[in-house]
């Protein structure tokens, strides 16, 4: 059983920083992942694609939305992957959810096993 646990999310100044975690727990990611993304949800907005890293080889992906003040990196040896969220907006505010797959993509339906999400609240 695969279980992805996010933290980190909180309630933020617009122009602040806040750094959110993804761990796995059950089996490895490499296991079971080529890629972890993470995606977020704005209140009725659709789910939205953020960053990706693919578990070997760290190559990473960026929404253009995002590219240039977040930055996605991951620990093998604690299994975890990390959102790095500099010069937040008020439109980064969502619910922001880790994700497994077994392939690097943006599309979430391509990933199998997601976290329960994390609320992130940029203040203006």
């Known amino acids: 059983q695969v279980q992805l646990v996010e933290s980190g999310g909180g309630l933020v100044q617009a122009g602040g920083s806040l750094r959110l975690s993804c761990a796995a727990s059950?089996?490895?990611?490499?296991?079971?992942?080529?890629?972890i993304g993470w995606f977020r949800q704005a209140p009725g907005k659709a789910r939205e694609f953020v960053a990706r890293v693919t578990w070997t080889l760290a190559n990473t992906y960026y929404a253009a939305s995002v590219k240039g003040r977040f930055t996605i990196s991951r620990d093998n040896a604690k299994n975890t992957v990390y959102l790095q969220m500099n010069s937040l907006k008020p439109e980064d505010t969502a619910v922001y959810y880790c994700a497994a797959g077994p392939t690097a993509t943006i599309s979430a339906a391509q990933y199998n096993y997601w976290g329960q999400g994390t609320q992130v609240t940029v203040s203006s």
């Open positions: 059950g089996r490895t990611f490499s296991n079971y992942a080529i890629a």
